[in-house]
């Protein structure tokens, strides 16, 4: 079979930078390597840089996004806790269904799909809740939601914030803000290949942490006596070397441009597109000054050509131009398409593409 | 700095296929392209072959080997739960921990490191356990334990095999014997980098597996929602497609090869490292008859040049030779090597060289 190849323009994965591809095909070192334990310390001291943080517990999750969610919830939420969720999207929703499974007292904190959350409805939420979640970038929606507000009123609470989408792509200060443990995804922002999740904890929530989570696998007790390596590294599982190849590159692609020039790149590719999407006379989900740049949601028209379902445009967005875009989910599933502009597929060229192959896709 | 290149004679990662390295650096597709769909179920195809199985719910977990432990525990222990497991050595350990982490009543069947397992102790351990579970290969010891015996006299208990090790370099037959689940690894004997955990499970286990298990990352019912797609495909989280192109094309290589073909070649280039390590009048820890091939368990002589503990001798074949073996784990550290010959490692060229290297450094 021939070898696709696609313009990822969906909720992720995005397109790689090519130096992902050429790290992903170096020869595989053993986890235990001087060479490889160098790479490894210096990717975690990379991600420092693009949460802006000084967490000494900052390492990639040996899993995807999900797992980095589960991570950072299995590993502070004790049976009982209240845990405040905000939900206006599939991810909040995932946060607090991952919540109860961990035997938390979840107390949902709703807004429609396709709106913000109010951070003072969060915070009113509970008097005393253990931990606050929310997401910082609903992929589901293309809102953003605001992290730093919540941040602000936090009290003893710990915030949790889902930075799957947002990592690189928007500005994220985790320390600057407060954020106690946020998490990501490589597959959207950073222009590497899904598989890790790299996550961030500060020392108030490594002090509240179980003693014996639930989760072997993502006990980050045990995965940072490898990682951190401090007084030795204790073996707990073998690393993922090749995707931790891909994650340190990636990176340094990254860091190399600038971490807030990437973020404008994000801003610039995503005003583009949805000014032009708007031009063509699509409607935008998002209300303005929520909208994420890296990820749009956009009305499919009701006027499509017959027999030319929402499904049949993107099927023939990826046949006539290797273009992937995607569906809506949950609530949204046939109501809109979601289109990203995330990692390296974040340029204006593929923008441009875009624009023209819809137009000719919807006749307009 | 230089990209370093290693001959990989450690308990796993092994060196990959060449074919395997090509795969990972494949552009980047989405977790829903038809293309990518179609690998994937190639992948899962390909795994039952390995696997020896028409288990339907066959496919690679996203986290590396441990993870498809936890997979397999979290899904069917229930709290209360009687396991029976059989711990000589680290991953028989550890398998204990993951299940007492769900709350079961774990009864210990224990044989020393470096002995195996004694069945008939591990059917005699309880009247009615939920589950048995046992290392087919034990990486912490070279032993390989009697998984088929222990099937024979299962009665309702699930068997779960740990077959991280196992898996294309040795005899396996999923249904001949009748594991209920079994779990891998990509990096051991399949030539692949660590990353997925290939899991197979059949319907006696599906039957009994929990609605809501703790852990959402892991939950086969809802990762099969996504992998095998009946009905529709619903999205649980986005598929790691580089490594799983990896993990398609190295079950592509061994196929093509011929699974016996493989076990006999991971047979003799076992047998040949043995043979050798004994000439040189070295002793090996695990008993005749239930030696692993693949991995070679050797204590590390009384006799070393002076200043020069065993970590040296593996420092020296790293630096001098870009060898890879492994040190002692557990209540075997500092007593033995650990010398893998699995997944493209597995030829004699390698065997050769790192006979010759380590009599060098051994001055034998």
């Known amino acids: 079979m021939a070898i696709g190849e696609r313009v990822l323009m969906g909720p992720g994965p995005s397109n790689v930078y090519p130096e992902v591809t050429a790290a992903l095909a170096r020869p595989v070192l053993g986890h235990l390597d001087p060479e490889f334990l160098f790479l490894l310390e210096e990717t975690c001291e990379r991600l420092r840089a693009v949460f802006r943080t000084a967490n000494r517990l900052t390492l990639p999750v040996s899993g995807t996004g999900s797992a980095g969610m589960e991570a950072a919830l299995v590993n502070v939420v004790h049976a009982g806790d209240v845990v405040v969720v905000g939900v206006n999207g599939l991810f909040g929703e995932r946060m607090a269904e991952v919540a109860a499974r961990q035997g938390a007292e979840v107390v949902r904190v709703e807004a429609p799909w396709g709106e913000p959350l109010d951070p003072e409805a969060l915070l009113r939420a509970h008097p005393s809740p253990a931990v606050i979640a929310l997401v910082h970038a609903e992929t589901s929606t293309g809102v953003r939601n605001d992290v730093a507000a919540v941040c602000l009123g936090k009290g003893e609470a710990l915030v949790v914030a889902d930075t799957v989408t947002s990592l690189g792509g928007v500005e994220l200060e985790v320390d600057g803000w407060g954020v106690d443990i946020a998490y990501s995804g490589t597959q959207k922002c950073l ?50 070397v090749s995707m931790v190849f891909a994650l340190h590159a990636g990176l340094g692609v990254l860091l190399q441009e600038g971490l807030e020039q990437s973020w404008h790149r994000h801003l610039g590719c995503g005003q583009m597109l949805q000014d032009g999407l708007q031009a063509m006379g699509l409607e935008l989900l998002a209300p ?45 599933a046939g109501k809109v ?18 624009l023209a192959a819809l137009a000719e896709v919807l006749g307009r």
Chains 1, 2 share one sequence.
Not at 337 to 354: E, F, K, P, S, Y
């Open 288 to 332: 303005e000054g929520h909208r994420l740049p890296q990820l749009t949601t956009v009305r499919v028209p009701e006027d499509l050509p017959p027999h030319s379902g929402e499904a049949e445009v993107r099927r023939v967005l990826l046949e006539r131009y290797g273009i992937e875009i995607g569906g809506g989910v949950g609530s949204l």
């Open 191 to 240: 222009g590497v290949p899904p598989g890790l999740a790299p996550l961030t904890m500060g020392e108030r929530a490594w002090a509240r942490r179980l003693e014996r989570p639930a989760s072997w696998y993502l006990d980050l007790g045990l995965v940072a006596g490898y990682v951190t390596g401090a007084g030795g590294r204790t073996y707990h599982h073998t690393a993922p």
């Open 337 to 354: 398409w979601r289109i990203g502009c995330m990692g390296h597929t974040a340029r204006r060229a593929n923008v441009t593409l875009l």
